[in-house]
T-cell receptor, first 114, second 110 residues
Framework: AQSVAQPEDQVNVAEGNPLTVKCTYS??????LFWYVQYPNRGLQFLLK??????LVKGSYGFEAEFNKSQTSFHLKKPSALVSDSALYFC????????????FGAGTRLTVKP | DAGITQSPRHKVTETGTPVTLRCHQT?????MYWYRQDPGHGLRLIHY???????DKGEVSDGYSVSRSKTEDFLLTLESATSSQTSVYFC?????????FGPGTRLLVL
């Protein structure tokens, strides 16, 4: 079965600095990769996905992620962090040929300080 | 959260009582999912549905059942709630290879 690891429980950055939230995955077959963000007392909001094509994926709110097949990674990045980016971020993966078994990482709490 | 509502949003119940959570979507999506969210575990799939009256088990299905009598509604039932089922429950639908989530139901089992 597929799995996701988010090695950092917490990431702290200063406003205006670049941010990276790390994700590595394990899957049999072609990976479908996703990033979601969760604000307090809210559901998960979709940020971006990689299905196929260009390894650099651009998503909502200025976020992007790079698919690296050799390192089995899909790190989330943003060139300049905002205080409003502070939230819980989840990486998720599923095998391309299994539409329903999506596995989530445990989440990374991002705190952006002014 | 657009197009997906969950009810109730909060519930407190006692051990041994049945509980039903409702998910309603207006997206006309074929696939629907129930997840639970617990600290340190991310989201884990409980059950999913791939059409009216078509459902299957997920990673943590023990103690839960589901039903889908209409495209827009997906019910999750805890037949006899236990304290280990205290959690936040999320419903999701799938469209365009992406899952979209409802606002969640916070359940406390005393």
């Amino acid at each position: 079965a597929q799995s996701v690891a988010q090695p950092e429980d917490q990431v702290n950055v200063a406003e205006g600095n670049p941010l990276t939230v790390k994700c590595t995955y394990s899957v049999s077959g072609n990976p479908y990769l996703f990033w979601y963000v969760q604000y307090p007392n809210r559901g998960l909001q979709f940020l971006l996905k990689y299905i196929t094509g260009d390894n650099l994926v651009k998503g909502s709110y200025g976020f992007e992620a790079e698919f690296n097949k050799s390192q089995t990674s899909f790190h989330l990045k943003k060139p300049s962090a905002l205080v409003s980016d502070s939230a819980l971020y989840f990486c998720a993966v599923r095998a391309g040929d299994n539409n329903n078994d999506m596995r989530f990482g445990a989440g990374t709490r991002l705190t952006v300080k002014p | 959260d657009a197009g997906i509502t969950q009810s109730p949003r909060h519930k407190v119940t006692e051990t041994g009582t049945p509980v039903t959570l409702r998910c309603h979507q207006t997206e006309n999506h074929r696939y629907m999912y129930w997840y639970r969210q617990d600290p340190g575990h991310g989201l884990r799939l409980i059950h999913y549905s791939y059409g009216v009256k078509d459902t299957d088990k997920g990673e943590v299905s023990d103690g839960y059942s589901v039903s889908r009598s209409k495209t827009e509604d997906f019910l999750l039932t805890l037949e006899s709630a236990t304290s280990s089922q205290t959690s936040v429950y999320f419903c999701a639908t799938r469209g365009d290879e992406t899952q979209y989530f409802g606002p969640g139901t916070r359940l406390l089992v005393l």
